[in-house]
């Protein structure tokens, strides 16, 4: 066994995308733009709100 099964995703991959955020390692795409897991999810939940919201407004749920 070789040592380096860590080396597979490096630069010869050359299909590295990071978080547009944080760097981090990206785990997901959203409108175009790459976010790791923690900063995709705050991105869908803001998003989230802002829907909620745009219908409180709209009148279409009340709370
Ligand atoms: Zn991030």
Redesign the pocket.
């Known amino acids: 066994m070789k040592s380096d099964e860590g080396g597979v995703f490096s630069e010869r991959g050359s299909r590295k995308i990071h978080?547009s955020?944080?760097?981090?390692p990206a785990s997901a795409v959203i409108e175009g733009k790459a976010?790791?897991y923690?900063?995709g999810s705050k991105i869908v939940r803001e998003r989230l709100r802002a829907q909620l919201e745009e219908l409180r407004r709209r009148g279409v749920v009340s709370f």
């Open positions: 978080c955020i944080c760097g981090k976010y790791c923690e900063c």
